[in-house]
Protein backbone atom coordinates (compact mmCIF):
# COMPACT_ATOMS: atom_id res chain seq x y z
CA UNK A 1 0.00 0.00 0.00
CA UNK A 2 3.12 2.16 0.31
CA UNK A 3 3.99 1.99 -3.25
CA UNK A 4 0.85 3.60 -4.80
CA UNK A 5 -1.20 5.78 -4.61
CA UNK A 6 -5.10 4.67 -2.84
CA UNK A 7 -7.57 6.84 -3.88
CA UNK A 8 -10.49 6.55 -1.80
CA UNK A 9 -14.26 5.26 -3.40
CA UNK A 10 -16.82 6.63 -3.02
CA UNK A 11 -18.65 7.39 0.88
CA UNK A 12 -20.17 4.01 2.32
CA UNK A 13 -23.77 4.34 1.41
CA UNK A 14 -26.19 4.10 4.42
CA UNK A 15 -27.93 0.98 3.82
CA UNK A 16 -24.07 -0.53 3.42
CA UNK A 17 -22.94 1.03 6.55
CA UNK A 18 -26.65 -1.00 8.55
CA UNK A 19 -25.94 -3.95 6.91
CA UNK A 20 -22.05 -4.06 7.82
CA UNK A 21 -22.68 -3.10 12.12
CA UNK A 22 -25.45 -5.76 12.34
CA UNK A 23 -23.13 -8.13 10.61
CA UNK A 24 -20.10 -7.24 12.97
CA UNK A 25 -22.47 -6.59 15.85
CA UNK A 26 -23.87 -9.95 15.43
CA UNK A 27 -20.62 -11.63 15.39
CA UNK A 28 -20.30 -10.47 19.03
CA UNK A 29 -20.28 -12.75 22.10
CA UNK A 30 -24.37 -11.41 23.57
CA UNK A 31 -24.92 -9.05 20.55
CA UNK A 32 -27.72 -7.60 20.95
CA UNK A 33 -29.55 -4.49 19.05
CA UNK A 34 -28.06 -1.40 19.89
CA UNK A 35 -30.43 1.33 18.35
CA UNK A 36 -28.13 4.53 19.50
CA UNK A 37 -25.37 2.80 18.15
CA UNK A 38 -27.25 2.08 14.84
CA UNK A 39 -27.94 6.07 15.05
CA UNK A 40 -24.95 6.65 15.27
CA UNK A 41 -22.87 5.32 12.86
CA UNK A 42 -25.50 6.94 10.24
CA UNK A 43 -24.60 9.98 11.54
CA UNK A 44 -20.65 9.28 10.98
CA UNK A 45 -21.78 8.25 7.48
CA UNK A 46 -23.52 10.92 6.84
CA UNK A 47 -20.81 13.49 8.29
CA UNK A 48 -18.49 12.01 5.97
CA UNK A 49 -20.31 11.36 2.92
CA UNK A 50 -21.44 15.53 3.23
CA UNK A 51 -17.75 16.47 4.43
CA UNK A 52 -19.36 18.65 7.75
CA UNK A 53 -18.54 17.61 11.15
CA UNK A 54 -20.53 15.35 13.90
CA UNK A 55 -20.39 15.99 17.63
CA UNK A 56 -22.39 12.65 19.07
CA UNK A 57 -22.83 12.61 22.64
CA UNK A 58 -23.12 8.35 22.79
CA UNK A 59 -23.95 7.53 26.39
CA UNK A 60 -22.04 4.36 28.08
CA UNK A 61 -22.82 0.75 26.88
CA UNK A 62 -23.79 2.67 23.12
CA UNK A 63 -21.00 0.79 21.59
CA UNK A 64 -19.67 4.00 20.26
CA UNK A 65 -15.95 2.73 19.10
CA UNK A 66 -17.54 0.54 16.16
CA UNK A 67 -20.19 2.90 15.60
CA UNK A 68 -17.12 5.32 14.03
CA UNK A 69 -14.71 2.95 13.11
CA UNK A 70 -17.81 0.87 10.93
CA UNK A 71 -18.24 4.07 8.37
CA UNK A 72 -15.12 5.32 7.98
CA UNK A 73 -13.76 2.24 7.26
CA UNK A 74 -15.94 1.56 5.03
CA UNK A 75 -15.93 5.21 3.17
CA UNK A 76 -12.29 4.76 2.37
CA UNK A 77 -10.80 7.93 4.14
CA UNK A 78 -7.91 8.34 5.53
CA UNK A 79 -8.84 8.52 9.49
CA UNK A 80 -6.81 9.49 12.65
CA UNK A 81 -8.22 8.32 15.63
CA UNK A 82 -7.77 10.69 18.60
CA UNK A 83 -8.02 9.74 21.97
CA UNK A 84 -7.75 10.80 25.51
CA UNK A 85 -6.74 7.70 27.63
CA UNK A 86 -4.60 4.92 27.10
CA UNK A 87 -7.56 2.39 27.99
CA UNK A 88 -9.40 3.11 24.94
CA UNK A 89 -6.25 3.25 22.80
CA UNK A 90 -5.41 0.00 24.16
CA UNK A 91 -8.96 -1.44 23.36
CA UNK A 92 -8.73 -0.04 20.05
CA UNK A 93 -5.34 -1.77 19.08
CA UNK A 94 -5.62 -5.23 20.91
CA UNK A 95 -9.43 -5.30 20.36
CA UNK A 96 -11.73 -3.16 18.08
CA UNK A 97 -9.57 -2.87 14.87
CA UNK A 98 -8.27 -6.52 14.78
CA UNK A 99 -12.09 -7.55 15.04
CA UNK A 100 -13.12 -5.49 11.99
CA UNK A 101 -10.37 -6.62 9.85
CA UNK A 102 -12.10 -10.19 10.34
CA UNK A 103 -15.25 -9.35 9.66
CA UNK A 104 -15.77 -6.50 6.90
CA UNK A 105 -15.94 -7.57 3.46
CA UNK A 106 -13.26 -4.34 3.00
CA UNK A 107 -9.76 -5.04 3.73
CA UNK A 108 -7.87 -2.31 5.37
CA UNK A 109 -4.46 -1.43 7.44
CA UNK A 110 -4.32 -0.01 11.15
CA UNK A 111 -1.95 1.37 13.09
CA UNK A 112 -0.80 2.71 16.47
CA UNK A 113 0.95 5.74 16.67
CA UNK A 114 2.94 7.36 19.59
CA UNK A 115 5.26 10.23 20.55
CA UNK A 116 8.89 10.11 20.08
CA UNK A 117 9.95 8.97 23.47
CA UNK A 118 7.80 6.07 23.76
CA UNK A 119 10.38 4.60 21.28
CA UNK A 120 13.74 3.00 22.20
CA UNK A 121 16.66 5.22 20.08
CA UNK A 122 18.67 2.54 18.39
CA UNK A 123 21.79 5.85 18.31
CA UNK A 124 21.45 6.05 22.04
CA UNK A 125 21.72 2.52 22.46
CA UNK A 126 24.31 2.14 20.27
CA UNK A 127 26.54 4.84 22.23
CA UNK A 128 26.51 3.38 25.14
CA UNK A 129 29.09 1.07 23.75
CA UNK A 130 31.08 3.23 21.66
CA UNK A 131 34.40 3.54 21.59
CA UNK A 132 37.18 6.30 19.72
CA UNK A 133 39.71 5.20 17.30
CA UNK A 134 41.72 3.84 20.47
CA UNK A 135 39.69 2.10 21.52
CA UNK A 136 38.45 3.88 24.30
CA UNK A 137 35.07 4.28 25.87
CA UNK A 138 33.77 7.51 24.92
CA UNK A 139 31.60 8.24 27.44
CA UNK A 140 28.07 8.63 28.54
CA UNK A 141 26.53 11.96 27.38
CA UNK A 142 25.34 13.02 30.52
CA UNK A 143 22.30 11.25 31.07
CA UNK A 144 22.85 6.91 30.60
CA UNK A 145 25.33 7.45 33.97
CA UNK A 146 22.35 8.36 36.08
CA UNK A 147 20.73 4.55 34.51
CA UNK A 148 21.14 1.56 36.46
CA UNK A 149 23.75 -0.70 34.62
CA UNK A 150 21.58 -3.88 34.84
CA UNK A 151 18.52 -2.39 33.37
CA UNK A 152 20.42 -0.71 30.51
CA UNK A 153 22.02 -4.55 29.82
CA UNK A 154 18.29 -5.83 29.97
CA UNK A 155 17.08 -3.05 27.68
CA UNK A 156 19.75 -3.53 25.31
CA UNK A 157 18.64 -7.67 24.96
CA UNK A 158 15.61 -6.05 24.39
CA UNK A 159 16.73 -4.37 21.54
CA UNK A 160 17.30 -7.03 19.53
CA UNK A 161 14.24 -9.08 19.75
CA UNK A 162 11.34 -6.27 19.56
CA UNK A 163 9.78 -5.74 16.51
CA UNK A 164 8.24 -2.52 17.84
CA UNK A 165 10.84 -0.93 20.14
CA UNK A 166 7.74 0.62 22.41
CA UNK A 167 8.20 0.58 25.38
CA UNK A 168 4.79 -0.15 26.43
CA UNK A 169 5.54 -3.70 24.85
CA UNK A 170 8.21 -4.41 27.77
CA UNK A 171 7.72 -6.96 30.34
CA UNK A 172 8.81 -4.92 32.76
CA UNK A 173 8.62 -0.95 32.98
CA UNK A 174 12.02 0.71 33.23
CA UNK A 175 12.72 3.55 35.49
CA UNK A 176 13.01 6.64 34.46
CA UNK A 177 16.27 6.94 33.99
CA UNK A 178 16.92 4.25 31.95
CA UNK A 179 14.57 4.90 29.79
CA UNK A 180 15.67 8.32 29.45
CA UNK A 181 19.41 6.42 28.28
CA UNK A 182 17.56 4.99 25.15
CA UNK A 183 15.47 7.25 23.94
CA UNK A 184 15.02 11.04 22.62
CA UNK A 185 12.40 13.33 22.78
CA UNK A 186 10.77 15.00 19.76
CA UNK A 187 12.87 18.36 20.97
CA UNK A 188 16.15 16.56 20.62
CA UNK A 189 15.38 14.03 17.65
CA UNK A 190 17.67 15.63 14.76
CA UNK A 191 15.27 13.68 12.32
CA UNK A 192 16.31 9.97 10.46
CA UNK A 193 18.19 11.45 7.55
CA UNK A 194 20.66 13.22 9.97
CA UNK A 195 21.22 10.01 12.04
CA UNK A 196 23.08 7.41 11.95
CA UNK A 197 20.72 5.28 13.06
CA UNK A 198 18.10 6.65 11.13
CA UNK A 199 17.52 3.92 8.83
CA UNK A 200 16.83 1.30 11.81
CA UNK A 201 14.73 3.76 13.92
CA UNK A 202 11.56 2.47 15.51
CA UNK A 203 10.02 5.67 15.94
CA UNK A 204 10.65 6.17 12.11
CA UNK A 205 9.29 2.88 11.40
CA UNK A 206 6.48 3.48 13.45
CA UNK A 207 5.51 6.37 11.32
CA UNK A 208 5.84 4.77 8.11
CA UNK A 209 3.26 2.12 9.11
CA UNK A 210 1.31 5.33 10.19
CA UNK A 211 1.96 6.58 6.29
CA UNK A 212 0.77 3.61 4.75
CA UNK A 213 -2.41 2.47 6.98
CA UNK A 214 -6.06 3.51 6.16
CA UNK A 215 -6.83 4.11 10.06
CA UNK A 216 -4.05 5.52 12.72
CA UNK A 217 -4.54 5.50 16.10
CA UNK A 218 -2.84 8.27 18.07
CA UNK A 219 -3.49 10.01 21.83
CA UNK A 220 -4.88 12.95 22.06
CA UNK A 221 -1.68 15.19 22.96
CA UNK A 222 -0.03 14.08 19.55
CA UNK A 223 -2.79 15.10 17.94
CA UNK A 224 -2.62 18.11 19.84
CA UNK A 225 0.92 18.79 18.92
CA UNK A 226 0.15 18.06 15.46
CA UNK A 227 -2.05 20.71 15.19
CA UNK A 228 0.11 23.42 16.91
CA UNK A 229 3.27 22.04 14.69
CA UNK A 230 1.43 22.61 11.06
CA UNK A 231 0.04 19.09 10.46
CA UNK A 232 4.10 17.67 10.33
CA UNK A 233 3.88 15.26 12.58
CA UNK A 234 0.82 12.73 11.35
CA UNK A 235 0.35 11.85 8.10
CA UNK A 236 -2.31 13.91 6.11
CA UNK A 237 -5.50 12.11 6.30
CA UNK A 238 -8.94 13.38 5.51
CA UNK A 239 -11.27 12.56 8.70
CA UNK A 240 -10.59 12.49 12.43
CA UNK A 241 -12.44 10.98 15.05
CA UNK A 242 -11.73 12.55 18.65
CA UNK A 243 -12.59 10.16 20.99
CA UNK A 244 -13.02 11.95 24.73
CA UNK A 245 -13.52 15.26 23.03
CA UNK A 246 -14.69 16.70 26.20
CA UNK A 247 -11.19 16.64 26.69
CA UNK A 248 -9.83 18.24 23.35
CA UNK A 249 -10.02 22.07 24.25
CA UNK A 250 -8.01 21.47 27.33
CA UNK A 251 -5.51 19.26 25.97
CA UNK A 252 -5.05 21.68 22.79
CA UNK A 253 -4.16 24.48 25.17
CA UNK A 254 -1.14 22.65 26.98
CA UNK A 255 -0.26 21.07 23.42
CA UNK A 256 0.00 24.60 21.90
CA UNK A 257 1.68 26.43 24.57
CA UNK A 258 5.14 26.71 26.41
CA UNK A 259 6.29 24.87 29.18
CA UNK A 260 10.12 26.40 31.38
CA UNK A 261 11.16 24.37 34.36
CA UNK A 262 14.76 25.00 36.07
CA UNK A 263 15.53 20.93 35.27
CA UNK A 264 15.42 21.29 31.43
CA UNK A 265 18.39 23.86 32.13
CA UNK A 266 19.70 21.43 34.40
CA UNK A 267 19.41 18.58 31.87
CA UNK A 268 21.12 20.50 29.07
CA UNK A 269 24.18 21.46 31.36
CA UNK A 270 24.41 17.53 31.86
CA UNK A 271 23.77 16.50 28.09
CA UNK A 272 26.55 19.72 27.38
CA UNK A 273 29.44 18.43 29.91
CA UNK A 274 28.66 15.19 27.73
CA UNK A 275 29.52 16.46 24.21
CA UNK A 276 31.75 19.64 24.68
CA UNK A 277 35.39 19.20 25.65
CA UNK A 278 36.35 20.94 28.69
CA UNK A 279 38.07 23.84 27.28
CA UNK A 280 35.30 24.96 25.30
CA UNK A 281 32.17 24.32 27.96
CA UNK A 282 29.83 27.20 27.63
CA UNK A 283 29.97 28.03 31.37
CA UNK A 284 26.37 28.87 33.57
CA UNK A 285 23.81 27.09 32.29
CA UNK A 286 23.27 25.32 35.77
CA UNK A 287 23.55 28.54 36.58
CA UNK A 288 20.68 29.94 34.74
CA UNK A 289 18.37 27.26 35.77
CA UNK A 290 19.14 28.43 39.62
CA UNK A 291 18.60 32.54 38.25
CA UNK A 292 15.23 30.95 36.86
CA UNK A 293 14.01 28.77 39.62
CA UNK A 294 14.47 31.54 42.37
CA UNK A 295 13.02 34.28 40.17
CA UNK A 296 9.54 31.84 39.76
CA UNK A 297 9.16 30.71 43.72
CA UNK A 298 7.69 34.00 44.21
CA UNK A 299 5.12 33.84 41.85
CA UNK A 300 4.02 30.36 42.42
CA UNK A 301 0.51 29.54 42.07
CA UNK A 302 -0.13 33.28 40.17
CA UNK A 303 -1.11 34.43 37.25
CA UNK A 304 1.22 36.96 35.62
CA UNK A 305 -0.93 39.80 33.73
CA UNK A 306 1.41 42.62 31.50
CA UNK A 307 4.95 42.22 30.99
CA UNK A 308 6.92 39.73 33.19
CA UNK A 309 8.16 41.04 36.65
CA UNK A 310 11.57 42.27 36.18
CA UNK A 311 13.49 39.27 37.96
CA UNK A 312 11.87 36.97 36.18
CA UNK A 313 12.74 38.72 32.87
CA UNK A 314 15.73 39.36 33.74
CA UNK A 315 16.36 35.62 34.53
CA UNK A 316 15.04 34.49 31.04
CA UNK A 317 17.23 37.05 29.23
CA UNK A 318 20.50 35.68 31.07
CA UNK A 319 19.08 32.09 30.51
CA UNK A 320 19.02 32.59 26.60
CA UNK A 321 22.35 33.89 26.32
CA UNK A 322 23.81 30.86 27.78
CA UNK A 323 21.57 28.67 25.86
CA UNK A 324 22.57 30.34 22.79
CA UNK A 325 26.23 29.72 23.82
CA UNK A 326 25.75 25.86 24.05
CA UNK A 327 23.91 26.38 20.82
CA UNK A 328 26.90 27.82 19.79
CA UNK A 329 29.21 25.64 20.53
CA UNK A 330 27.42 22.04 19.25
CA UNK A 331 27.26 23.66 16.21
CA UNK A 332 31.14 24.08 16.38
CA UNK A 333 31.94 20.49 17.31
CA UNK A 334 33.59 19.32 14.19
CA UNK A 335 32.51 16.81 11.76
CA UNK A 336 34.98 14.16 11.57
CA UNK A 337 34.69 13.40 15.36
CA UNK A 338 33.69 9.98 16.01
CA UNK A 339 30.50 9.72 14.37
CA UNK A 340 28.09 8.45 17.83
CA UNK A 341 29.86 12.11 19.26
CA UNK A 342 28.60 13.81 16.44
CA UNK A 343 25.10 12.55 16.34
CA UNK A 344 25.10 13.48 20.00
CA UNK A 345 25.70 16.66 18.76
CA UNK A 346 23.05 17.41 16.70
CA UNK A 347 21.07 16.16 19.70
CA UNK A 348 22.60 18.83 21.93
CA UNK A 349 21.55 21.27 18.97
CA UNK A 350 18.09 20.29 18.84
CA UNK A 351 17.46 20.47 22.72
CA UNK A 352 19.05 24.19 22.94
CA UNK A 353 16.99 25.25 19.76
CA UNK A 354 13.90 24.35 21.30
CA UNK A 355 14.55 26.11 24.46
CA UNK A 356 15.64 28.98 23.00
CA UNK A 357 12.62 28.98 21.06
CA UNK A 358 10.52 28.48 24.03
CA UNK A 359 12.60 30.90 26.00
CA UNK A 360 11.56 33.87 22.87
CA UNK A 361 8.10 33.36 23.35
CA UNK A 362 8.23 34.07 26.96
CA UNK A 363 9.86 37.16 25.80
CA UNK A 364 7.25 38.23 23.73
CA UNK A 365 3.85 37.35 25.47
CA UNK A 366 0.83 38.75 23.63
CA UNK A 367 -2.81 39.69 25.17
CA UNK A 368 -4.22 36.46 23.48
CA UNK A 369 -2.09 34.08 25.82
CA UNK A 370 -1.61 33.24 29.84
CA UNK A 371 1.60 33.14 31.68
CA UNK A 372 1.09 31.96 35.07
CA UNK A 373 3.22 29.51 37.98
CA UNK A 374 2.67 26.57 39.18
CA UNK A 375 4.07 23.56 40.80
CA UNK A 376 6.18 22.36 44.22
CA UNK A 377 8.63 25.08 45.92
CA UNK A 378 11.22 22.86 44.85
CA UNK A 379 10.06 23.13 41.14
CA UNK A 380 7.85 26.06 39.78
CA UNK A 381 6.72 25.78 36.36
CA UNK A 382 6.51 28.55 34.64
CA UNK A 383 3.40 27.90 31.68
CA UNK A 384 2.41 30.07 28.65
CA UNK A 385 -0.98 29.20 26.89
CA UNK A 386 -3.70 30.20 24.08
CA UNK A 387 -6.35 32.03 26.45
CA UNK A 388 -8.50 30.69 23.36
CA UNK A 389 -8.02 27.51 20.91
CA UNK A 390 -10.68 27.88 18.59
CA UNK A 391 -8.07 30.04 15.78
CA UNK A 392 -5.97 27.42 15.94
CA UNK A 393 -8.72 24.46 15.67
CA UNK A 394 -10.44 26.33 12.92
CA UNK A 395 -7.53 26.87 10.48
CA UNK A 396 -5.58 23.48 11.50
CA UNK A 397 -8.71 21.06 11.88
CA UNK A 398 -12.28 22.37 10.94
CA UNK A 399 -11.39 24.44 7.77
CA UNK A 400 -9.09 21.11 6.60
CA UNK A 401 -11.10 17.54 6.90
CA UNK A 402 -14.16 16.38 8.38
CA UNK A 403 -14.00 15.81 12.40
CA UNK A 404 -16.52 13.66 14.74
CA UNK A 405 -16.37 14.70 18.49
CA UNK A 406 -17.74 11.88 20.47
CA UNK A 407 -17.69 11.14 24.26
CA UNK A 408 -20.32 9.65 26.78
CA UNK A 409 -20.41 13.12 28.30
CA UNK A 410 -19.99 16.35 25.73
CA UNK A 411 -20.27 20.20 27.76
CA UNK A 412 -23.39 21.84 26.81
CA UNK A 413 -21.86 23.95 23.53
CA UNK A 414 -18.87 22.56 23.12
CA UNK A 415 -18.77 23.07 19.08
CA UNK A 416 -19.02 26.80 20.03
CA UNK A 417 -16.73 27.14 22.26
CA UNK A 418 -14.06 25.10 19.94
CA UNK A 419 -15.16 27.12 17.18
CA UNK A 420 -16.64 24.68 14.88
CA UNK A 421 -18.48 26.93 12.16
CA UNK A 422 -22.37 26.55 13.34
CA UNK A 423 -23.62 26.12 9.87
CA UNK A 424 -21.45 22.69 9.73
CA UNK A 425 -21.68 20.80 12.25
CA UNK A 426 -24.35 18.61 13.72
CA UNK A 427 -25.06 17.83 17.15
CA UNK A 428 -26.78 14.53 18.46
CA UNK A 429 -27.40 12.40 21.50
CA UNK A 430 -28.12 8.89 21.01
CA UNK A 431 -28.78 8.10 24.39
CA UNK A 432 -27.56 5.05 26.12
CA UNK A 433 -28.92 1.58 26.08
CA UNK A 434 -29.12 1.26 29.74
CA UNK A 435 -32.18 1.47 31.86
CA UNK A 436 -30.90 3.75 34.50
CA UNK A 437 -34.63 4.05 36.25
CA UNK A 438 -34.47 0.70 36.59
CA UNK A 439 -30.51 0.41 37.49
CA UNK A 440 -29.70 3.54 39.38
CA UNK A 441 -30.79 5.36 41.96
CA UNK A 442 -29.51 9.37 42.17
CA UNK A 443 -29.26 10.79 45.72
CA UNK A 444 -28.47 14.08 46.56
CA UNK A 445 -28.16 14.76 50.44
CA UNK A 446 -29.99 17.84 50.87
CA UNK A 447 -29.93 17.74 54.14
CA UNK A 448 -26.37 17.94 54.44
CA UNK A 449 -24.80 21.67 55.24
CA UNK A 450 -23.51 23.26 52.27
CA UNK A 451 -19.73 22.42 51.44
CA UNK A 452 -18.20 25.61 52.45
CA UNK A 453 -19.67 25.25 56.01
CA UNK A 454 -17.35 24.16 58.85
CA UNK A 455 -19.69 21.54 59.73
CA UNK A 456 -19.85 19.97 56.10
CA UNK A 457 -16.86 17.50 56.91
CA UNK A 458 -18.39 15.69 60.00
CA UNK A 459 -21.38 15.58 58.20
CA UNK A 460 -20.03 13.50 55.44
CA UNK A 461 -18.29 11.05 57.14
CA UNK A 462 -21.14 10.20 59.08
CA UNK A 463 -23.08 9.95 55.91
CA UNK A 464 -20.38 8.03 54.17
CA UNK A 465 -20.48 5.54 56.84
CA UNK A 466 -24.05 5.03 56.59
CA UNK A 467 -24.31 4.51 52.96
CA UNK A 468 -20.84 1.88 53.11
CA UNK A 469 -22.38 0.01 56.06
CA UNK A 470 -25.66 -0.20 54.02
CA UNK A 471 -23.61 -1.80 51.21
CA UNK A 472 -21.02 -3.16 52.54
CA UNK A 473 -18.06 -2.01 51.03
CA UNK A 474 -18.29 -1.51 47.03
CA UNK A 475 -18.05 2.04 47.09
CA UNK A 476 -15.68 4.23 44.51
CA UNK A 477 -15.76 7.18 46.49
CA UNK A 478 -14.68 10.29 44.40
CA UNK A 479 -13.46 13.49 45.99
CA UNK A 480 -12.59 17.05 44.31
CA UNK A 481 -9.14 17.15 46.26
CA UNK A 482 -6.77 14.97 48.45
CA UNK A 483 -7.33 17.07 51.46
CA UNK A 484 -10.79 15.88 51.65
CA UNK A 485 -9.88 12.36 50.81
CA UNK A 486 -7.36 12.07 53.49
CA UNK A 487 -9.59 13.94 56.20
CA UNK A 488 -12.62 11.09 55.09
CA UNK A 489 -9.94 8.24 55.13
CA UNK A 490 -9.37 8.87 58.58
CA UNK A 491 -12.58 9.72 59.88
CA UNK A 492 -14.39 6.55 57.94
CA UNK A 493 -11.81 3.85 57.40
CA UNK A 494 -11.64 3.00 61.68
CA UNK A 495 -15.96 3.56 61.64
CA UNK A 496 -16.63 0.66 58.87
CA UNK A 497 -16.03 -2.63 58.69
CA UNK A 498 -14.47 -3.32 55.59
CA UNK A 499 -10.96 -2.56 53.83
CA UNK A 500 -10.72 1.07 52.90
CA UNK A 501 -8.05 1.46 49.91
CA UNK A 502 -6.82 5.27 48.68
CA UNK A 503 -5.32 6.26 45.33
CA UNK A 504 -2.00 7.02 47.60
CA UNK A 505 -1.38 3.48 48.25
CA UNK A 506 -0.33 2.08 45.10
CA UNK A 507 -0.64 2.76 41.28
CA UNK A 508 -3.82 3.11 39.81
CA UNK A 509 -3.64 -0.51 37.47
CA UNK A 510 -2.73 -2.57 40.88
CA UNK A 511 -5.39 -0.70 43.23
CA UNK A 512 -8.34 -0.94 40.63
CA UNK A 513 -7.18 -4.69 40.75
CA UNK A 514 -7.19 -5.08 44.79
CA UNK A 515 -10.84 -3.13 44.28
CA UNK A 516 -12.60 -5.28 41.80
CA UNK A 517 -11.09 -8.81 43.38
CA UNK A 518 -12.77 -8.13 47.20
CA UNK A 519 -16.82 -7.08 47.32
CA UNK A 520 -16.27 -6.11 50.10
CA UNK A 521 -13.71 -3.18 49.80
CA UNK A 522 -13.70 0.45 49.29
CA UNK A 523 -11.44 2.73 47.24
CA UNK A 524 -11.32 6.30 48.02
CA UNK A 525 -9.78 8.49 44.57
CA UNK A 526 -9.87 12.13 43.83
CA UNK A 527 -9.81 13.66 40.26
CA UNK A 528 -7.40 10.52 37.81
CA UNK A 529 -10.36 8.27 38.77
CA UNK A 530 -13.65 10.47 37.89
CA UNK A 531 -12.48 9.29 34.34
CA UNK A 532 -11.79 6.03 32.45
CA UNK A 533 -12.56 3.51 35.17
CA UNK A 534 -14.34 0.62 34.32
CA UNK A 535 -15.82 -1.66 37.07
CA UNK A 536 -18.41 -3.39 36.00
CA UNK A 537 -20.59 -6.03 38.45
CA UNK A 538 -21.27 -6.44 42.04
CA UNK A 539 -17.71 -4.83 43.00
CA UNK A 540 -19.14 -1.33 42.61
CA UNK A 541 -22.49 -0.17 43.69
CA UNK A 542 -22.40 2.30 45.06
CA UNK A 543 -20.14 6.09 44.01
CA UNK A 544 -20.10 9.19 46.27
CA UNK A 545 -19.01 12.13 44.83
CA UNK A 546 -18.07 14.72 47.48
CA UNK A 547 -19.43 17.91 46.15
CA UNK A 548 -19.85 19.67 42.39
CA UNK A 549 -16.79 19.30 40.92
CA UNK A 550 -16.44 23.50 39.89
CA UNK A 551 -12.88 24.33 38.69
CA UNK A 552 -10.92 25.89 40.95
CA UNK A 553 -11.64 30.06 40.60
CA UNK A 554 -8.05 30.99 41.05
CA UNK A 555 -7.00 28.18 38.35
CA UNK A 556 -4.80 31.19 35.68
CA UNK A 557 -6.39 30.06 32.50
CA UNK A 558 -9.91 29.72 33.04
CA UNK A 559 -9.63 33.24 35.22
CA UNK A 560 -8.69 34.60 31.99
CA UNK A 561 -11.40 32.78 30.51
CA UNK A 562 -14.14 33.89 32.90
CA UNK A 563 -12.58 37.75 32.28
CA UNK A 564 -13.01 37.52 28.83
CA UNK A 565 -16.63 36.03 29.28
CA UNK A 566 -17.35 38.65 31.75
CA UNK A 567 -21.43 37.99 32.71
CA UNK A 568 -21.74 34.74 31.35
CA UNK A 569 -18.34 33.51 32.87
CA UNK A 570 -20.34 30.92 35.13
CA UNK A 571 -22.87 29.41 32.56
CA UNK A 572 -20.22 29.13 29.82
CA UNK A 573 -17.02 28.29 31.71
CA UNK A 574 -17.35 27.01 35.40
CA UNK A 575 -21.01 25.03 35.00
CA UNK A 576 -20.29 22.80 31.30
CA UNK A 577 -17.13 21.86 33.02
CA UNK A 578 -18.53 21.23 36.26
CA UNK A 579 -21.57 19.01 34.74
CA UNK A 580 -19.56 17.38 32.44
CA UNK A 581 -17.12 16.15 35.71
CA UNK A 582 -19.63 14.94 37.62
CA UNK A 583 -21.82 12.95 34.66
CA UNK A 584 -18.05 11.08 34.16
CA UNK A 585 -17.57 10.45 37.65
CA UNK A 586 -21.40 9.48 38.23
CA UNK A 587 -20.70 7.02 34.77
CA UNK A 588 -18.63 4.97 37.04
CA UNK A 589 -21.52 3.09 38.40
CA UNK A 590 -23.28 1.45 35.28
CA UNK A 591 -21.16 -0.48 32.92
CA UNK A 592 -23.27 -3.50 31.57
CA UNK A 593 -27.41 -3.95 31.12
CA UNK A 594 -27.02 -6.19 34.49
CA UNK A 595 -25.18 -3.59 36.66
CA UNK A 596 -27.32 -1.79 39.83
CA UNK A 597 -26.81 0.97 42.24
CA UNK A 598 -26.72 4.08 43.88
CA UNK A 599 -24.82 7.37 43.08
CA UNK A 600 -24.82 9.58 46.28
CA UNK A 601 -23.81 13.87 45.39
CA UNK A 602 -23.24 14.47 49.33
CA UNK A 603 -23.81 18.60 47.94
CA UNK A 604 -26.79 19.79 48.75
CA UNK A 605 -26.68 22.68 46.34
CA UNK A 606 -27.45 19.68 43.53
CA UNK A 607 -31.01 19.89 45.19
CA UNK A 608 -31.44 23.44 46.09
CA UNK A 609 -29.32 25.78 43.73
CA UNK A 610 -30.73 27.65 40.91
CA UNK A 611 -28.19 25.78 38.38
CA UNK A 612 -29.32 22.25 40.14
CA UNK A 613 -31.09 21.25 36.59
CA UNK A 614 -28.08 22.08 34.12
CA UNK A 615 -25.98 19.46 36.62
CA UNK A 616 -29.12 16.94 36.52
CA UNK A 617 -29.73 16.83 32.92
CA UNK A 618 -26.12 16.31 32.25
CA UNK A 619 -26.56 12.99 34.28
CA UNK A 620 -28.22 9.53 33.10
CA UNK A 621 -31.86 9.40 33.73
CA UNK A 622 -31.76 7.85 37.21
CA UNK A 623 -34.13 7.69 39.53
CA UNK A 624 -33.59 10.34 41.83
CA UNK A 625 -34.57 11.03 45.59
CA UNK A 626 -33.33 13.41 48.22
CA UNK A 627 -34.37 10.58 51.38
CA UNK A 628 -31.17 9.09 52.54
CA UNK A 629 -33.35 5.58 53.99
CA UNK A 630 -34.70 5.52 50.81
CA UNK A 631 -31.11 5.45 49.51
CA UNK A 632 -29.88 2.95 52.15
CA UNK A 633 -32.23 0.56 51.60
CA UNK A 634 -31.47 0.31 47.89
CA UNK A 635 -28.38 -0.45 49.07
CA UNK A 636 -28.98 -3.00 51.40
CA UNK A 637 -31.55 -3.83 48.73
CA UNK A 638 -28.53 -4.54 46.86
CA UNK A 639 -25.81 -5.97 49.24
CA UNK A 640 -28.65 -8.81 50.28
CA UNK A 641 -29.78 -9.94 46.72
CA UNK A 642 -28.10 -7.89 43.97
CA UNK A 643 -31.71 -7.03 42.51
CA UNK A 644 -32.58 -4.23 40.32
CA UNK A 645 -32.80 -0.81 41.99
CA UNK A 646 -36.72 -1.12 41.57
CA UNK A 647 -38.98 1.36 44.26
CA UNK A 648 -39.95 -2.32 45.34
CA UNK A 649 -36.28 -3.29 46.22
CA UNK A 650 -35.83 -0.04 47.62
CA UNK A 651 -38.75 -0.70 50.10
CA UNK A 652 -37.29 -3.92 51.60
Not at 75 to 102: C, I, M, Y
Not at 202 to 230: C, I, T
Request: aromatic residues 4%; contains cysteine.
Amino acid sequence: MADVEVIPGPPARPDRVATALDRVTGALAGSEQRPGQAKMAQAVADAIRSRTHLAVQAGTGTGKTLAYLVPAILAGRSTVVATATKALQDQLAGKDLPFLQEQLDVPFEWAVLKGRSNYLCMQRLSELTAKDAGGQQLGFDGVAERAPADELLRLADWASTTVTGDRATLDEEPSDAAWAAVSVSARECPGASRCPSGSTCFAELARQRAQAADVVVVNMHLYGLDLASGGVILPEHDLVIIDEAHQLEDIVSATSGVELTAGRFTDLARRTRGVIADDRLPSGVDDAGRLLLEALRPHRDRRLKGALPNDLAGAITVARGRVEQVLAAARAVPSDVPQESRSRALRLQQSAAALIDDLGVVEQITSSQVVWVEGADAHPVLRVAPLDVAGLLHDALWTRRTAVLTSATLPARLPRRLGVPPDSVTELDVGSPFDYPEQAVLYCAAHLPDPRNARYLEALADEMVGLIDAVGGRTLALFTSFRVLDEMHRAVSSRVDVPVLTQRGMPKARLLEAFTGDEATCLFATMGFWQGVDVPGRALSLVIIDRIPFPRPDEPLLQARRELAGADAFSRIDLPRAATLLAQGAGRLIRTATDTGVVAVLDPRLASAGYRWDMVRALPPMRRTKDPEEARAALRAIRDAGGAVTEAGAAR
